[in-house]
């Protein structure tokens, strides 16, 4: 029942990520317009969210991976 824990555990700051880095796309995406930032800042915050997007599939399949390996 431990390992289900962990895996809840896992899934669960997965989602936590994937919010965040969502919520930070949005957020620099408004402030970049609002303030009128160059595109290449724009660009480098587009790149830093599929960065953060990029990190959290590589913990889905971490999570997948571990899930196949632990099955009874």
Do not use: C, P
Not at 24 to 46: H, K, N, P, V, Y
């Amino acid at each position: 029942m431990a390992d289900n824990k962990d895996f809840n555990r896992r899934g669960r700051m997965i989602a936590l990520v994937i919010a965040g880095t969502g919520l930070f796309w949005i957020a620099a995406t408004i402030i970049g317009q609002m303030l009128e930032l160059s595109q290449r800042l724009r660009a480098f915050m587009d790149l830093a969210a599929g960065a953060g997007f990029i990190w959290a599939i590589w913990m889905i399949y971490g999570l997948w991976r571990d899930r196949r390996e632990h099955e009874d």
